[in-house]
């Protein structure tokens, strides 16, 4: 029999021990700021069998991400246990339910096995019947111990589980219970893969995955005394393990990465039986489809080679940036120099370091900023840079943060970074309009008309500031011109022009082009032509003279409607005036009286008459006017 002393203590520490494996060690990491990186490991293997052991909370991405490069061959499986598996081996067991974690739970999950007891009373071999408990008093005080009903060869003894008792059971048991603890492990922090490969020889097999991490935070230096421009990396190193000479690259980024669910086993909800019988329906053959077959050896994932690996630096006194790929939105920085880094450490990388000559400037931006004016720092580079804030010094010390969204090579940015102080700007707009063309369409005339927006800046800006930029709002139509150099922005045109002195003026001319519809007879024109009339609307020469002429022709227009609508207004009045005379000239019998309203009705009449001839007359002169206009924009 094997003697062990269980107590709580121990049972929570107790598991079988296996032979460790050295873990292969990570030669290069991919490290992205969206939090994901892949590792690379080089293992060395003596045979066609390789284990390897990952942190738990990885193992469902190496089965989703595993790339294997074996230079003598392929991959047969990878296996791992499967989660709860060992437990469910157990299910025959005594200690089906899991490992006791007290002496009370060890005897009790044994009853029905032969036992040895000794306590301070003896030493006590039987079969176990039953667990209770009693109260004894110790030292003067009531205590509650756990007793065990044992049936021995001089019949049932209760036997008191006292301090310090010792349990004795067969190596069938102690076995189980091994088996049961291996098999309990809360506390693993890795799982162990087993690979199978094709080849037997020794050599040195790479592999590799992708998993989550804690992603890498960038920062920036802008140091304007010296002008450089750098670049640092706050890493953390949370594999599990060591970084030895790693070959460590720094991406960008947000790829779309998913989490995985491959390990816990995946159980489908069966429905359940019928209540009675059915029929049944059997679907015709349909055929099969054959299996592809395997691979041939040079089918396999290929050699892994040095050319695979991004080329390194060389290292310098100085970290600066590697060869920066970009491709799909992601740019890659490998770090000039291999990384040590132990497990659990923080490290502020510096990756980046170029030389600049940063321009220092006013910018106005009246959209984001309002009256405020900012110191900023111009940066071009010929490669990609990631975002990130900039922290701006120079020979005096810290003089502000500009945010920075990263670009790509060849663009440039601006560094904003502090209020420029005492800076003014005094903003004018003036517009003028000019009719271009004009197109006549019957009693419709279209109008092409020019609109030019002028707006003027005047700073005065700090002695330090070399140029003046302002971001002025777009929007109002294209650029017409503008001095100095004139960049495109989203939403707004910039404008950079040299500081002489701390003053500065510029002004920018804006062009917008519209075209409007106008009916000749219509208000709207009107004022079109006395604009035009009044120096308010610009136009050519020749357009000028049809203008003047339009102004002539609408004045008499307006005085042939307004002459118009007065006979309108006597021809009523008189039409009333002759119901008048009727109405009277029924209701009196004097012929005197009769022969009195007699002639005022034929005054009316003949008044009526030669109204109506007027009105004739000038209708047939405005309509001739309404033609004159229109063929005075006709350019046909």
């Known amino acids: 029999m094997t003697k062990s002393i269980f107590l709580p203590a121990l049972l929570a520490t107790t598991c079988l021990v296996s032979t460790a494996l050295a873990s292969p060690q990570i030669t290069r990491i991919e490290l992205g700021q969206a939090g994901i990186a892949r590792y690379t490991f080089i293992a060395p293997t003596e045979g066609n069998t390789l284990s390897f052991d990952v942190p738990m909370r990885d193992s469902d991405d190496v089965l989703a991400s595993l790339v294997v490069r074996d230079p003598s061959g392929g991959v047969i499986d990878l296996q791992t246990d499967t989660p709860g598996s060992s437990l469910a081996a157990l299910a025959d067991t005594i200690f089906a339910g899991g490992v006791p974690r007290t002496t009370e739970g060890l005897v009790r999950a044994m009853i029905g096995e032969v036992l040895e007891v000794t306590t301070a009373r003896g030493a006590f071999t039987g079969r176990i019947m039953g667990v209770g408990e009693t109260q004894i008093v110790e030292e003067g005080k009531d205590v509650t111990r756990t007793t065990v009903l044992m049936l021995t060869e001089d019949g049932v003894q209760d036997i008191v589980l006292t301090p310090g008792a010792q349990v004795t059971f067969s190596e069938e048991v102690a076995a189980q219970l091994a088996r049961a603890m291996d098999a309990d492990r809360r506390d693993s922090k890795t799982r162990r893969f087993d690979l199978t490969l094709e080849a037997a020889d020794a050599r040195d097999v790479h592999l590799s995955y992708v998993t989550e991490v804690a992603a890498w935070k960038n920062s920036w230096r802008l140091l304007l005394d010296e002008g450089r421009f750098q670049g640092w990396a706050t890493v953390e190193n949370v594999s599990g393990q060591d970084w030895d000479d790693v070959a460590l690259t720094l991406t960008t980024g947000s790829p779309v990465a998913y989490r995985r669910e491959l390990i816990d086993p995946l159980y489908i909800a069966r429905n359940d039986p019928p209540s009675g ?360």
């Not at 000559?357 to 900012?374: D, F, H, S």
């Not at 020979?395 to 500009?402: C, E, I, Q, Y």
């Not at 940015?413 to 005094?426: I, S």
């Not at 047939?620 to 033609?627: A, F, R």
């Open 277 to 636: 019988p059915r029929p049944v329906t059997v679907a015709p053959d349909r055929g099969v489809r054959a299996l592809a077959a395997p691979a041939p050896e040079a089918a396999y994932a290929p050699v892994f080679k040095e050319s695979l690996a991004l080329d390194l630096a060389k290292p310098s006194g100085t970290a600066r940036a590697g060869e920066v790929l970009s491709g799909a939105g992601i740019l890659r920085y490998a770090m000039p120099q291999p990384v040590d880094l132990e497990d659990g450490r923080t490290a502020n990388l510096m990756y980046f370091d170029m030389a600049i000559e940063p321009e220092i400037r006013a910018l106005y931006r009246p959209q984001k900023t309002g009256t405020q004016v900012l110191m900023a720092a111009s940066l071009q580079a010929d490669q990609a840079l990631a975002p990130g804030l900039v922290s701006v010094q120079d020979a005096n010390g810290f003089v502000g943060d500009a945010p920075f969204t990263g670009m790509l090579a060849g663009q440039s940015r601006l560094l904003p970074f502090a209020e420029a102080t005492g800076a003014t700007v005094n903003t004018d707009r003036r517009q003028t309009q000019r009719i271009s063309a004009m197109i006549s369409g019957g009693e419709r005339v279209t109008v092409n008309l020019i609109t030019l927006r002028t707006t003027r800046y005047d700073a005065t800006v700090p002695e330090e500031a070399t140029l003046f930029s302002v971001e002025h709002p777009g929007g109002f139509g294209e650029l017409d011109s503008a001095p100095g150099k004139v960049e495109q922005g989203d939403g707004f045109i910039r404008v950079t022009v040299p500081v002489e002195e701390g003053e500065v003026s510029l002004a920018l001319v804006e062009r917008s082009v519209s075209r409007r519809q106008y009916s000749l007879d219509s208000g709207d024109f009107e004022r079109l032509v006395l604009d035009v009339r009044a120096g308010r609307i610009a136009v050519d020469a020749a357009l000028s003279e049809s203008f003047d002429t339009a102004h002539d022709l609408l004045r008499r227009a307006r005085a042939i409607e307004q002459e118009i609508g007065s006979l309108e207004d006597r021809q009523r009045e008189l039409s009333s005036e002759q119901g008048r005379l009727r109405a009277n000239l029924d209701a009196v019998e004097v012929e005197s009286l009769r022969n009195r309203y007699i002639e005022a009705l034929d005054s009316t009449e003949t008044e009526i008459v030669a109204a109506a001839d007027k009105l004739d007359a000038l209708r047939k002169e405005l309509k001739t006017v309404g033609t004159d206009l229109i063929a005075l924009f006709d350019t046909k």
